[in-house]
């Protein structure tokens, strides 16, 4: 069955670094998104992106955030200088849309850990 | 805006207990309706969805009926097993397409032997 897949599955990175949280879709989908949970919390939607480019952001995605596809099947997140407050469990995700509405598939999660 | 609220957990229940999780959400039109759950250590699956007013989704022994007049989409199963011990979330997006998801807030459910 295919899957989301998202790599790394943990990272941990002092306070200012630049991340990136790389995923790979579901290859027929359209829409992709990315999602966080910061621990025992409720997931949040952070982004989401369609004919390479952003369609709706949240305002947790500020300007130390930015997403792209680069070569047409990743699809990164990435960090510009990470906050204790940015560590979370990232989840990317990717959807599809017919006569059912949408259906939106979760990838493992990105576990960050900012220091 | 839209939102889903979930009965806050933790649920602890026995194996072979019945067990119900109330989701009730505020949306304009007709959202679709979902169940996600999170295993221990694990990503967020997708349970079961509904699309329109009186659908019933169902999967593993769950389901979920969408109730259009009470704006709810309570999760049920007959028959909890120790393998259902998760978080669960209930979740809705708009039918445009490429909508997001708003989530609940998520409910711990523990099935003890």
């Known amino acids: 069955e295919p899957e989301v897949t998202q790599t790394p599955s943990h990272q941990v990175t002092q306070m200012g670094q630049e991340v990136i949280l790389r995923c790979v879709p579901i290859?027929?989908?359209?829409?992709f998104y990315w999602y966080r949970q910061i621990l025992g919390q409720k997931v949040e939607f952070l982004v989401s992106f369609y004919n390479n480019e952003i369609s709706e952001k949240s305002e947790i995605f500020d300007d130390q955030f930015s997403v792209e596809r680069p070569d047409g099947s990743n699809f990164t997140l990435k960090i510009r200088s990470t906050k204790l407050e940015d560590s979370a469990m990232y989840f990317c995700?990717?959807?599809?849309?017919?006569?059912?509405?949408?259906?939106?598939?979760f990838g493992e999660g990105s576990w960050l850990t900012v220091v | 805006g839209n939102s889903v609220t979930q009965m806050e957990g933790p649920v602890t229940l026995s194996e072979e207990a019945f067990l119900t999780i109330n989701c009730t959400y505020t949306?304009?039109?007709?959202?679709?309706l979902f169940w996600y759950v999170q295993y221990p250590g694990e990503g967020l699956q997708l349970l079961l969805k509904?699309?329109?007013?009186?659908d019933k989704g169902s999967n593993k022994g769950f389901e979920a009926t969408y109730r259009k007049e009470t704006t709810s989409f309570h999760l049920e199963k007959g028959s909890v097993q120790v393998s259902d011990s998760a978080v669960y979330f209930c979740a809705l997006s708009p039918q445009a397409a490429g909508n997001k998801l708003t989530f609940g807030g998520g409910t711990r459910v523990l099935v003890k032997p």
């Open positions: 509904a699309t329109k007013a009186d």
């Open positions: 949306a304009t039109g007709y959202p679709s």
């Open positions: 995700a990717s959807g599809t849309f017919s006569g059912r509405g949408n259906t939106i598939y």
């Open positions: 290859s027929n989908h359209l829409y």
